[in-house]
Nanobody
């Protein structure tokens, strides 16, 4: 499982970015996919996830209504559309995949998700 994140950058508060998570070696319809973020000095936290079974999505409270996770099967890519960005959204954003359901449980439950396959992430910086 190899995932590559991209699309981060510097944006002013209220702006938008679209992050991409490109997969190689597998198809997204076999895996649950999640976006996580880690701000300086803080633990990594779940942001949003999409289920492989029915494409249902979940967004944590802090981003619900502003962020949207979705995928493009033709491009085998999962996106995180981020609107109305706030300075507190500043972090390195990562995507992850799993088949077991642990990833979804972690994001929904707000608990840690462990993976040996974290990518390099993509930096999002929101200025005030």
């Amino acid at each position: 499982v190899q995932l590559v994140e991209s699309g981060g950058g510097l944006v002013q508060a209220g702006g938008s970015l679209r992050l991409s998570c490109a997969a190689s070696g597998f198809s997204f319809d076999e895996y649950n996919i999640g976006w996580f973020r880690q701000a300086p000095g803080k633990e990594r936290e779940g942001v949003a996830c999409i289920s492989n079974s029915d494409a249902s999505t979940y967004h944590v409270d802090s981003v619900r209504g502003r962020f949207t996770i979705f995928y493009d099967n033709a491009k085998n890519t999962v996106y995180l559309q981020m609107n109305s960005l706030k300075p507190e959204d500043t972090a390195v954003y990562y995507c992850a995949a799993d088949r077991s359901g642990v990833l979804v449980d972690a994001i929904v439950g707000g608990i840690e998700f462990s993976s040996d396959d974290w990518g390099q992430g993509t930096q999002v910086t929101v200025s005030s």
